[in-house]
């Protein structure tokens, strides 16, 4: 008996002899692996589809990294002008120290007018007299402002020193004070006269300021 096959059917019927069944298993078994040794040639023959390579497209020149460099713009501090310190530098002179002149030594006169303050011994040192041979020659007369005394040619100081005190010198006028009093009572043998010079005071007054610095020759 033979068997009736179509494509893709594989019943047999119960009818068919063992033999015949090897024979259409065999045929079957060689048609599958007709069609996979196809598959196979089909799958080696075929490529694999290429996997998209992406290209990465570089710069011929490439960008160099080029230092930015900030210009830093410069910061004008104006100048510090310092005020100049203006430094006046008045010389003021010192006081100038008078000079005294040389001044004439008491000439012994003939006669003499007394003045007020004055005494035997102060018009006796002043003109270098001896004061007892002063007395003598005019009687021991008591002394007034005005009174006129007769002056001897002869006769000298009897000894030491006719200064009251060292001159010249500055003497700070005070109450009272008139040039004659202040060369008989305070310096002993100054003449008036020479003060008076030495100060420039004006005569006939000689006036004199409390508190004013004279100057004794």
């Given at each position: 008996m033979i068997a009736h096959l179509e494509w893709g059917q594989t019943d047999v019927k119960e009818d068919t002899p063992p033999m015949n069944k090897k024979l259409i298993a065999l045929v079957v078994i060689t048609l599958l692996g007709g069609i996979l040794l196809s598959g196979c040639k089909?799958?080696?023959?075929?490529?694999?589809a290429a996997t998209p390579t992406?290209?990465?497209?570089?710069?011929t020149n490439p960008v160099q990294n080029t230092p930015v460099v900030q210009a830093n713009t410069p910061v004008v501090v104006p100048p510090v002008v310092?005020?100049?310190?203006?430094?006046?530098?008045?010389?003021?002179?010192?006081?100038p120290v008078p000079t005294l002149g040389v001044f004439p030594t008491p000439v012994r006169p003939t006669s003499y007018t007394v003045q007020a303050y004055?005494?035997?011994?102060?018009?006796?040192?002043?003109?270098?007299?001896?004061p007892a041979g002063l007395m003598t020659a005019n009687?021991?007369?008591e002394l007034?402002?005005?009174t006129v005394l007769k002056v001897p040619s002869t006769g000298t100081w009897p000894g030491g020193?006719?200064?009251?005190?060292?001159?010249p010198a500055t003497y700070t006028v005070k109450s009272g004070d008139t040039i004659h009093r202040i060369a008989c009572e305070v310096f002993g043998d100054v003449d008036p006269m020479n003060i008076a010079l030495a100060n420039n005071l004006a005569a006939p007054d000689y006036k004199l300021t409390v508190g004013q610095v004279l100057q004794i020759p």
């Open positions: 089909l799958s080696a023959s075929t490529p694999p992406v290209e990465l497209a570089f710069p310092a005020t100049p310190t203006v430094v006046v530098v008045i010389n003021t002179p010192p006081a004055e005494s035997y011994y102060c018009i006796a040192r002043r003109f270098n007299l001896d009687g021991s007369v007034h402002p005005g020193d006719r200064a009251l005190k060292a001159h």
